[in-house]
């Protein structure tokens, strides 16, 4: 196919309870995803190399532009409701910095309020999942992540291919192959994110939230 | 002669799991955890639960302690545990604990610190009953995994 063999994809999750990191991260793995959990956002932004400020760090390593942190972050996934640094805060401070704005982000939170959902998508959430968060939810994640890989490495193949003086008509092939790959991958993302608005204000994945109580009070 | 307690207990436990489910003590929250547990890790429930027990008597006790406090005001604050023991109580499927959190929310919404106090009898009881609960299953859990590993010598 032309692309090298990648490893696993990395994310980097973002949750101030122990309970719920613990599960995101069994969650991950189980979907074969590397994982590397942090309870807070401004950890977050010093994991990804960034100070809260927007600074960039010039102590972590950073050999080509696109990567200022030790260790490759695919996917970003935070709770909404945190202490301090919202995800919402978090979400906006990545897409604000040049060098992670291509990370994709999805929003947790166990709160189904459209206004929250409509303004995470806005400002550049791939998707919003509703908590507990279900093995089923990271199947939305995949095409979110190639995306970007495939991004990264056709900007990559440009460049080399500026520099070939000829191209061979096996490359241009592979070339239109990953281009048609990459618009079908972005179909279904989008196909996904518009799933995701529906479900969010959808009343059947509102959790009961008043059924079955038995005290009164 | 082999695992036939196994068996037994694995009947106990299917028992003991429907009932909890039939009351409303714990949805299918709790079932996407054991989905979770595999032979890479094994013990997830018991960890993930036991982390629950440990978070959330530190919430219970913060609770309390609020609450007697002749001069308590603070409903805000009091809102904060209370959030983090709804989210975990949903996280791991307890469902009845954490409606109970929600009743409680909503009397602390009205400054109500007589129908909080009520609550939180409600939701120390409620827990009680959970966590014996959860602690009979994975006794039975343990008995069946150690009764399925019995092996008789075969007879010629």
Redesign the interface.
Known sequence: MGMAAESQFHVLAVDD????R??IE??L??SSYQVTTVDSGSKALKFLGLHEDGATNPNTSSVSPNNHQEVEVNLVITDY?MPGMTGYDLLKKIKESSSLKNIPVVIMS?ENVPSRISRCLEEGAEEFFL??V??SDLNKLGPHMLKTKFKDHNQKREKQEEKAAFQSPKRQEQEEQHQHQQQLLQQQSNNNKRKDIEEGLSPERT?P???????A? | MLGLGADRLRADMNRLLAFLFHQ?ILDE?FL??Q??Q?E??PN?VS??VN??FH?SEKLLRNLRSLLMDREFSDYKKMRIHL??L???S????A??VR??C???R??SEQNNRA?CL??LE?LEH?YCFLKNKLHELFQIEQQRVLAAGVRYPMQN
């Open positions: 309870s122990i309970i719920d613990k599960l069994r969650l793995k189980t409701c166990s908590k507990p279900r093995l959790r939230r008043y059924s079955g109580i038995t005290a009070v | 409303g929250q996407q955890l989905q979770l595999d890479s890790s997830f960890e993930v982390i629950y978070e959030n983090q709804m989210g975990s949903s996280s791991i499927g469902k009845r409606n109970v929600v009743a409680f909503a009397a129908g009520r609550a409600v409620e």
